[in-house]
């Protein structure tokens, strides 16, 4: 029997780019972020390169990388948001993720105001950019564990 397989774009900021050598690896550690949640991604939008800080200052659980995902069962105009940590710095194993809930694209940044006409969350393609290898052809998920 053939590996099913899905394919996903992947995207980063407009105002935002990331180094095209570290990319490959963002990818990877993305894409094993977004499956820890059983469902298969459709589409990426990676956020930062690997930090460890977050809202309130340093995140306890270490260096992550920030993500965006729509999955097929995600509402239209919506995302869920993601950290995929690893062991360290420049270290893009996958250890663990953690996911916040369900939002609308329009939800403004942190430090931006949408009233003030600013960035938001999940910007319309004229605010993204297409990573020059996606749409990439990664393994379907396996099935989620009843």
Known sequence: MAESVVQVRVFT???NPINSTIMPDLVQLAYKTAIDKG???TT???RSILHKSTKGGPDPQGYHVTLSIKYP???RDNHVTAHGY???RDNYQFVSATFGDTQIDATPRRGFH???GEKVVWPDLAGLVEWENSPVTFPAPPAPKK
């Open 39 to 41: 469902l298969a991604p």
């Open 44 to 46: 990426l939008l990676i």
């Open 86 to 88: 690893t062991p360290g």
């Open 73 to 75: 069962e995600t509402p």
């Open 13 to 15: 900021y407009q105002t």
């Open 114 to 116: 949408k009233s003030k």
